[in-house]
Each structure stands twice: as C-alpha cells, then as structure tokens.
C-alpha cells in the first residue's frame, strides 16, 4: 500500500468504488483457494473499469485457473510484489493506447494479461 500512496494513489476501503484492486490471495485451503476467487470477482463488480490484480501464494500456485476469469487484468506471484505499481501503470498506460483516437493510430498495442514468475 505504501508504494501506491508514494505514489499518488490514495486507499479507499474495499467496499468503496477504486480505479484499482489489488487481492492478495492464499492457497493454504480448498477454502481459502474459494474465498481468493470470490472476491477477485467481487471486486470487479464494484468499478468494470478498474484495474483487478491477483497476487500472492494462490496467482502463483493456480495461475491458468484465474486466466480463465476474465476481469483478472493482472496475475503476480509471490516475487513480483514489489514491482506491483510498474505492472499497474504499464496496464493503465496500455489501456490509454488502446482508447486513443484510432484515425491517428499507425501502428498497435496488443493487451493481455500479466503472468510474471521468476524461478527459483
């Protein structure tokens, strides 16, 4: 949190409408690996626009089963944390291009979804 206020993002709490959602999400339990995916899609609901981010244990762990829910922008894993603001504003730049006046467009930007994970 403290890298999006350093930033110039400022915390709102979740039931509030936000530009971004991060959901850090754990895999200990079949339940907890339940809740992670209700709220990624819960979180959606609130802003369409918004810009959803999946981290943590259960992005990294289950990766192909939440690229198959849509409104997930960006997945992480554990390693990638601290570059978080990087992946949120290279998103939100993309997603400018993609809105930009097209008569005026040469050449294009394909968006897709984010999956860094580093080997260890």
Do not use: P
């Amino acid at each position: 949190m403290q890298e999006f206020l350093n930033s110039g993002y400022e915390a709102v709490n979740f039931d509030e409408k936000a530009d971004v959602y991060i959901v850090n999400t754990c895999t200990v339990t079949n339940m907890s690996d339940r809740k992670s995916r209700q709220i990624l899609r819960r979180a959606k609901q609130k802003n369409k626009n918004s810009i959803l981010v999946a981290i943590g244990c259960y992005a990294q762990t289950n990766k192909k089963l939440l690229e198959e829910i849509k409104d997930i922008d960006i997945i992480l894993g554990n390693n990638e944390k601290k570059d978080i603001i990087k992946y949120v504003e290279s998103f939100k730049n993309a997603r400018q291009e993609e809105v930009s006046d097209i008569s005026k467009k040469t050449d294009y930007l394909e968006t897709r979804k984010y999956n860094i994970y580093r080997k260890n």
